[in-house]
RNA sequence: CGGGGCGUGGCGCAGCCUGGUAGCGCGCGUGUUUUGGGUACACGAGGCCGCCGGUUCGAGUCCGGCCGCCCCGACCA
């Protein structure tokens, strides 16, 4: 994209309703601008970023064998009748009528309507295990929506759910989501901990949240270092391996974690001190087991190995995408603006024209421009070199690779990281080769 | 939902107490200037002061109602 000619209204000053970095940053930088309580537009930058988020979290839930749908947002209230949530889902559940009066809701899960199309179409034992996910807009009527899309009310969520034969399938099929969310978060340069979670009678110790790192986060966490050294992307835990995936989990189970709410002193400082690490969090995941909570009351029942029925076990996996966006920003910026991990960021590099009508610079940044491609973002707008400087560093891109005149004269480029600050003087090619790389 | 606060050009704010027809900074446009970290000067565009009603000769300002948004708490991906 061109700046000159790109919607990424930047704002030199913090709207008033912003209080923490992630937001006000995703307004400054032009990510998002609200529209109502809880509920934004998504503009250029902050689409890409979401859209590259959302592509980390498709390949891995791909990976782990999951297969994607895209159920709608709107969904019939006889679906809720069936498992008896309509009346007990309460004021959070956003209720419309159409022309002739029938009862609708914009979904803010879709456990139901997942459940009906899985008994409309499966009808043996022999078809699972089966986890289906979809990644769509839900809604959820928060009393009090806040910190921007860290906590909105229209947000973008991976939700998954699988279907196993009976308890110990369904133990495989919760692992195997386990896995493929420690190499998603780690994918997007985040150090995410699975910390156990509430889950009700039936979910056992099949229930985690997924807590990220970050300085500003909402809550406080203590864990064990593992957490920030091990390379689950690397690690050689196979999908579809139960011994593999029991490893795995009994890995990451057997290292401490643990929020403020139920954080064990005594157990934490049985840990050796150079393992003990707190900080702070915010959750951006949930996975749990629940049995046969909806499969059994709308009546999801298929053909059992001797003949008789049998009721699939399910659990669900969700990760807030949108949420996300905040999330890294949280965990990845500083006083000049965002620091978007090269994996997410809307540009990977943006290129710095410091004089457009210059013939030098204007020649090198257009030829840069063309090798780079979409993932570049050419500032060619007419303006001062601190206004561009100051826009590349709010905007967060990895990369800056900076022409002014006396550069360009002398046939090179500044090539600038943007997480380090580090700066090089180079020839326009190895700039090129180290952005690539 | 309990408590608090705020709605005035795109953004940040003053003006309201003590009614007299709207102002500042930034941004935006034009020109000159400057040319590697938000340059300086000049000129200019842009606001039915959230909405409705009331009081008054006159309402951004006073009164009533409504709507919207934010913060703390309880609640939540």
New binding site residues.
Partial sequence: MRLSHGFV????????????AS?RLML?AGLVR??????YAWLPAGLRALAKIEQIVREEQDAAGAQEVLMPTIQPAELWRQSGRYDAYG??MLRIRDRHDRELLYGP?NEEMITDLFRQGVRSYRELPQNLYHIQW?F?D????????????????KDAYSFDIDYAGAVVSYRTMMLAYMRTFQRMGLKAIPMQADSGPIGGDLSH?FIVLAPTG?SQVFYDAGFEEIDWVGADYRYGNAEDLERFFKQMTSMYAATDEKHDHAEFTALAESRRRSGRGI????IFYFGTKYSAPMGLSLAGPNGQPIVPHMGSY??????LVGGIIEASHDE?GIIWPDTVAPWKVGILN??PGDAACDKMTEALYAKLGADALLDDRD????????????MGHPW?I???????AAG???L?RRAT?E?A?VSPDSALARVLS
Wanted: glycine fraction near 10%.
């Fill in positions: 209204p930047t704002l030199r000053e913090t709207p008033a309703e912003a209080q923490i937001h400054r609200q529209t109502a309580a809880g509920i004021p959070e899960t839900k959820r928060e009393v009090r929506p806040r910190f921007g899309v860290m906590r909105g009310r229209e947000f973008l969520m949240e909402e959750e951006v995941g949930h969700g990760i807030g995408v949108s949420r000049a410091l004089k303006d001062r070199p601190g206004a561009k400087f100051a826009d590349a560093d709010l800056q900076i022409v002014g005149p006396r550069s360009a090179e480029v500044e600038k600050g700066r003087t």
